[in-house]
């Protein structure tokens, strides 16, 4: 059950401290179960909303009117009864004394809701961050005693062990399909292995991890000591069939054969036949974009009908007046990629409306500034 309440500056700042989790109030709470209240207060103030199960209701006293009341004592107990967060719908009255401190709050808020849904999209295990995620936790450094001496020096040769071994094994390898081998069965841990094969396919579209993360590390692996000419020339003209980011010195094709082995996304003789009869037709340069995303779907084994619908949302994305408009898009086209349906695709609509609701109540707000 949705309950929607209005709650003022000072006590939206109140909840925040709480990363929207509790109420804090030394009066009874009155929540309605309409979305927006027939009484809108004159002066300003925040509606938020939060849900509890249908069946710890009677917990509480319910008005005749459909309104619900929580009493002081019972703060703590609902409280522990709901569901995921509190979150701020919308604001009515004058906004110009709104402070700085709650506009900070919203845009905290906003960059949650985003890295909820983007998290949720780009995960194959459809993980979603909890209400605590930007909370500053405290690790207070561990004094360097004897032992903790003896243990940083063992591991300090153990690493120059490794690193030994690693450049000696590194000299002999000359494909990118020795180097991927090597990734997987010696070097990358299994919790590295592990959180590449959660990464899903909506994650691949953005490029940027070529040259950050794991990008990064392979550089250090495989470029920057290699003293190894044939595979950095093998690397440099290594063609997979498809258009893939290579990355500043060719890592981006090691990182891509990565992924696409973990999570059984190698190309097929089928999807390359397409690329090339694909690269032969004649298109107009207004097609070259186009184009270059559809040869990226196919590398992937997509279908067609999954191709036309996030081509779709590509032109409309140039045709885009907003912000919002373009967000939309985008996250629609992710969510063509995952194939979300039922409860999956009900918890990604949850989220992105979260996501608008916040976005769209902040550029209320400043536009009223």
Same mark, same amino acid.
């Given at each position: 059950?949705?309950?929607? /309440?209005?709650? =003022? $500056?000072?006590? @939206?700042? !109140?909840?925040?401290? &709480?990363?929207?989790?509790?109420? *804090? #109030? ?17 002066h ?32 703590p ?15 009515f ?6 402070g ?8 905290k808020? /906003?960059?949650? =809701? $985003?890295?909820? @849904?983007? !998290?949720?999209?780009e &995960?194959?295990?459809?993980?979603? *961050? #909890?209400y ?14 004897e ?26 390898i ?6 991927v ?25 953005n490029?940027m991890?070529v ?40 890592e ?9 082995t ?33 040869e ?10 999954v ?27 992710k969510?063509?990629l ?7 695709l ?21 536009n009223?500034?």
């Open positions: 059950m949705t309950l929607y /309440k209005f709650t =003022s $500056e000072k006590e @939206l700042l !109140e909840i925040g401290r &709480t990363s929207f989790k509790e109420f *804090i #109030s030394d009066i009874p709470l009155l929540f309605y179960t309409a979305s927006i209240p027939d009484q809108i207060p004159d300003g103030m925040f509606l938020i909303n939060c849900e509890i199960e249908e069946n710890t209701v009677n917990n509480f006293k319910i008005l005749n009117d459909g309104e619900l009341i929580i009493k002081t004592d019972q703060i107990l609902f409280n522990v009864l709901l569901v995921d967060r509190i979150k701020i719908v919308d604001f009255g004058d906004s110009e004394e709104i700085k401190e709650t506009l900070e709050v919203l845009e808020e /906003k960059r949650f =809701s $985003e890295s909820r @849904l983007k !998290e949720y999209l &995960t194959n295990s459809r993980d979603i *961050i #909890s605590d995620y930007f909370r500053e936790v405290y690790n207070p450094s561990v004094p360097i005693g032992e903790n001496e003896e243990e940083l020096e063992k591991l300090i040769e153990e690493e120059k062990t490794h690193a030994k071994y690693c450049e000696e094994k590194i000299s002999k000359n494909t990118v399909e020795e180097a081998d090597f990734l997987i069965y010696e070097e990358l841990s299994e919790d590295r292995i592990l959180d590449i094969r959660n990464e899903s396919l909506a994650s691949k579209l490029d991890g040259f950050f993360g794991l990008g990064m590390y392979l550089r250090n692996v495989f470029i920057y000591p290699n003293k190894n000419e044939d595979f950095l020339k093998y690397l440099n003209i290594y063609d997979p069939g498809y258009t893939v980011n290579r990355g500043e010195f060719g981006g094709i090691i990182e891509d054969l990565l992924w696409r973990l999570n059984h996304y190698i190309i097929t003789d089928e999807s390359k036949k397409k690329i090339e009869v694909l690269r032969k037709e004649k298109y107009d340069e207004d097609l070259a974009w186009s184009n270059y995303i559809k990226r779907l196919l590398s992937y084994n997509l279908g067609e009908a191709i036309s619908e996030y081509l779709k949302l590509e032109d409309q994305m140039d045709l885009c007046v907003s912000d919002e408009d373009f967000e939309h898009c985008m996250y629609e086209q969510r063509i995952e194939g979300l349906s039922g409860d999956e009900s918890v990604y609509n949850h989220l992105k409306q979260d996501y608008f609701m916040i976005s769209r109540l902040i550029k209320k707000l400043k009223k500034l």
